[in-house]
């Protein structure tokens, strides 16, 4: 009987469908696991063979729980909101909403063609208007909310109202905005509405500011530092500047520290953590006020800087704000006012990223301002620096050249002198790391005290002064949250006076309006200022026309969109109870699979997702919405799929091209090719190379050995590098079991490893031997006969390297396990099923559609997906004999099985009386017989 794989998939693919075999219950005696991918953007290009690494370990995995009789959820959804539909709505006109169908139609497709045992009852799309009604619902929740640091979480803004009206603000202890004006209960009451509306916006949660943001001017939208490379757009590769809009932000400053310590209680990777520590970015040391001495202002300023090393106040000799710093526009003088001004374009055209990763290039300009030292009242001069950001601390720094190696550069290449109390200090960078004492000791005060004492003074003395106070600091930043974007969640926002008013829950979801193009419009509005149906009636509670707008009973809506991270901050809550239409999800389903138990995703999201989602997750703890303030106990970054891409050589000013052996000296330029014009000797199709680009059709080529040789390099596999393997065909040659055994045999999970299709023929080779195993010309070979004790070694060992492979997500080397196991119980001619039979339950996670197929055979009728796990039984590894080399004058000669537990006396008996020793004797009485139990036998004749 042949093994036709692509019978037996499509057989069992429906299987699963119809049955339903996958759909996890919100109630069960068994005991619940939840297993989780990040799920995809459904992207026009359809999936790679990279994509599906993450997913296939964690199906394994998912299958191996059920086997494990456990209640497992394993659902998938697209983050189907997003850049790429827009801007391909934008070049075609055509809706994002279709475009968006259609891709997700052929992933589908793909996802199931592998495979994988995914809970699709519970699909959930961030683009459908029954999803994001629940994110809207989370987004009035935050503007409905205060961070109270007394209680230390969220609370509702309905109390912090009534404090203002009984007490004021002066003893409210909240997270808020740095310039809150102080007002008595009486000063409340006598606040007009916006005036009120207004204060409570420095308070809430989610609120509207003025902030420094990434602006794309044609993508005509504000890009999250994760969307920028190298200074330009990740998407479409271009200019982004810093400019400075009204926006909606989220204050997940608030939860900085409940970020940090969080992540002592979750299973995640160590470099992960780390990476959030590092964006988190706690710091202990002192805010510290210096006064501008200006003569430009009538009015005065004071700077603030926030330090960890406040110890170090009198090595201050200059201070350098960010370009962007308010006060720069402010203080600048005028002879200074031309120089800044350019200074500050220049800035605007790079980003933060940028900035912080450049440590070599020094650039900055003075504003002619001068600022007062605390205690010396010596004159500073005020500076300004790109590598001073207006988005970290305070925006402003107090430079100590012996201290920071960038200080120290800016004062040398801009010519700014370095006090001399600096003369006979040791100034070194180790002396500085130093903490046991202070270097920069120039008061009496401070004179002879270590680092922590020196530090303490120091704030104490600011204190004294009224221009310090210690501070911890952090230098996580509110998460902008408005996109000028049209495919996005729309807020569910409209404005009475300018001040945001949210939309009634009852009448969510507010859905996007129909626009005639999605570009923003000739004034630079968002693309929602093109809507003409985009107006809120507060009497109809409904979307209107935009005519009907009169600012009494219709009020203009908000024209920004959410950002990709608000649908993908909570899905996996929605997952729980995809299907429910009164709440995002209910009690009962949140308290049944309260977390996550494995998350499996790419490391990239570390500081966006990662950290955006556990940020929503405590919010939503701290309202009673969720049980948990951890959503995932344990997180796996699976490695990337590399793909190997081949590069043809022009040579350069011209339209020829040469083999790669004949490159030598000349002057070439490296064209990516596409890989399908290229086999497996790296030989190119010359005619299918010509016919792809018309830049191409009359190139000329020189070649070696009569063909055409290609580089090849191994990079990401992407389809702008013309790498990439489609699964689609992968499936079709080989089979979705070969692909998912091939991305596991490939390496570890978590490592970086190329793709060579070549290579999947020995996996495919393995799944025919194993389905032979089973199966012979005439069809089913396996019978009640007893295992033999090797064959039944071989299973027990299998069943213990598996589950040990399985729960230490060692893929890799399970599937060499199981080609072990194979070969050894072809060669031992094993036909029991008795030994048969659980080696499939093993297989089964791994290419569950050939294992559900022979586990039909041998006459079940129902999946194996649920089936017990095989248990390992140690005594089946243990030896009772051994098989012993019989030397003759150290020579081995034959091996005699005998029983472990004999004496060295029998042992000696049962060889001398073998057969085999009296040939080689012939007759003659050995001198010696020397028996070392359990190793050897030597007779020495």
Not at 777 to 799: M, Q, R, W
Not at 828 to 851: D, F, G, N, T
């Amino acid at each position: 009987m042949k093994y036709n794989f692509n019978e037996i998939e499509a057989k069992w693919q429906n299987y699963w469908a119809e049955n339903q075999t996958f759909k996890a219950e919100n109630k069960s005696e068994k005991p619940k696991y939840y297993v989780l991918d990040m799920f995809p953007y459904p992207s026009g290009a359809g999936l790679h063979v990279g994509h599906p690494l993450g997913y296939i370990a964690s199906d394994i995995y998912a299958r191996y729980k059920r086997h494990q009789g456990f209640n497992v959820l394993h659902p998938q959804g697209y983050d189907s909101f997003g850049l790429p539909a827009e801007q391909y709505a934008i070049q075609t006109g055509q809706h994002p909403a279709i475009t968006t169908a259609e891709n997700i139609k052929t992933y589908r497709r793909q996802l199931d063609q592998i495979g994988f045992s995914f809970d699709w009852s519970r699909e959930v799309r961030t683009s459908d208007p029954q999803y994001y009604k629940w994110t809207q619902w989370v987004f009035i929740q935050l503007f409905n909310s205060w961070y109270n640091k007394d209680t230390d979480k969220a609370e509702a803004i309905s109390e912090l109202i009534k404090r203002f009206e009984t007490e004021g603000n002066a003893n409210v202890n909240a997270v808020c905005d740095d310039e809150v004006e102080m007002f008595a209960a009486d000063d409340w009451k006598g606040f007009d509405s916006v005036k009120q509306q207004d204060i409570l916006l420095q308070y809430r949660l989610t609120y509207l500011a003025e902030t420094e943001v990434n602006w794309c001017p044609a993508l005509g939208t504000v890009l999250a530092n994760d969307e920028i490379v190298n200074g330009v757009s990740e998407r479409g590769g271009h200019p982004v500047i810093r400019k400075k809009m009204t926006q909606w932000s989220m204050r997940i400053s608030a939860y900085a520290e409940r970020l940090l310590q969080g992540l002592e209680r979750i299973d995640w990777t160590d470099s992960l953590k780390e990476s959030q520590r590092n964006w988190i970015g706690k710091s202990v040391g002192a805010a510290v006020t210096f006064n501008v001495m200006s003569s430009k202002v009538e009015t005065s300023h004071q700077i603030e800087v926030f330090t960890t090393r406040p110890d170090t106040i009198f090595g201050v000799s200059f201070m350098t704000l960010a370009p962007e710093h308010e006060l720069v526009p402010k203080i600048t003088t005028e002879e200074q006012k031309a120089e800044v001004e350019a200074y500050i374009e220049a800035t605007a055209k790079r980003s933060e990223r940028d900035r912080m990763a450049d440590v070599k290039t020094i650039s900055g300009a003075f504003t002619g301002a001068y600022a007062e030292h605390p205690f010396t009242k010596a004159p500073i001069p005020i500076w300004i620096g790109d590598y001073v950001l207006a988005g970290y601390g305070t925006g402003a720094v107090m430079s100590v050249p012996c201290g920071d190696q960038r200080d120290y550069d800016f004062a040398r290449h801009f010519n700014i002198p370095i006090p001399n109390i600096f003369e006979g200090i040791d100034i070194s960078e180790e002396a500085f790391a130093d903490k046991d004492k202070t270097i920069i000791a120039n008061s009496d005060f401070l004179n002879g005290l270590n680092y922590k004492k020196a530090t303490k003074r120091a704030i104490y003395e600011l204190e004294q002064l009224g221009q310090g106070k210690g501070k911890t600091n952090y230098r996580l930043r509110d998460a902008v949250f408005s996109r000028q974007r049209y495919w996005g969640e729309p807020f569910p926002v409209y404005y009475v006076n300018g001040m945001p008013q949210m939309i009634d829950v009852a009448h969510l979801p507010i859905q996007l309006p129909e626009v005639e193009k999605y570009l923003p419009t000739e004034t630079g509005e968002p693309p929602l200022g093109n809507a003409t149906v985009w107006a809120w009636d507060t009497e109809q509670n409904q979307v209107v026309s935009n005519d009907l707008i009169n600012h009494e009973t219709v009020f203009p809506l908000e024209l920004n969109t959410m950002p990709g991270w608000a649908g993908s901050s909570w899905y996996f809550n929605r997952y729980m109870d995809a299907n429910n239409t009164e709440a995002f999800a209910s009690k009962e389903a949140l308290d049944y699979w309260q977390d996550v138990d494995l998350y499996i995703g790419g490391s990239e999201h570390a500081t966006g997702h990662l950290l955006y989602s556990r940020f929503w997750q405590k919010f939503l703890f701290d309202k009673g919405l969720v049980p948990t303030d951890e959503y995932a106990k344990k997180l796996i970054n699976q490695g990337m799929i590399l793909g190997t891409s081949a590069f043809v050589y022009r040579v350069e000013g011209k339209n020829k091209f040469v083999s790669k052996g004949l490159v030598g000296n000349l002057k070439v330029q490296p064209i990516h090719a596409d890989v399908s014009f290229v086999n497996a000797s790296d030989e190119l199709d010359i005619e299918a190379f010509k016919n792809w680009r018309e830049e191409f059709k009359d190139a000329e080529f020189v070649l070696e050995d009569g063909v055409y040789k290609v580089g090849r390099d191994v990079e990401k596999m992407s389809k702008s590098k013309y790498n990439v393997v489609n699964p689609d065909d992968i499936v079709k040659d080989y089979g979705a079991d070969s692909l998912r055994l091939y991305e596991m045999f490939l390496g570890p999970l978590e490592q970086y490893k190329p793709w060579n299709t070549a290579g999947i023929t020995g996996v495919h080779s393995f799944l025919k031997k194993l389905w032979k195993l089973y199966n012979n010309e005439n069809g089913l070979k396996v019978t009640d006969a007893e295992p033999s004790k090797d064959s039944l070694k071989t299973l027990h060992k299998t069943i213990k390297k598996v589950q040990e492979d399985i729960e230490n997500f060692s893929f890799n080397t399970s599937v060499s396990t199981f080609m072990i196991a194979v070969n050894e119980l072809t060669a031992q001619k094993c036909v029991s099923k008795a030994v048969l039979e659980p080696l499939l339950v093993l297989i089964s996670p791994y290419a569950p559609h050939i294992a559900e197929e022979l586990w039909q055979q041998l006459g079940h009728k129902e999946s194996i997906a649920t089936v017990a796990f095989p248990v390992f039984d140690e005594s089946h590894l243990v030896e009772s004999s051994k098989n012993y080399p019989i030397s003759f004058n150290g020579k081995m000669r034959f091996t005699l099985e005998l029983p472990l537990d004999m004496s060295k006396e029998d042992i000696e008996k049962a060889v001398l009386a073998h057969e085999k020793t009296q040939d080689q004797l012939q007759g003659r009485t050995p001198k010696k017989v020397i028996v070392v139990p359990g190793k050897i036998v030597n007779i020495v004749g």
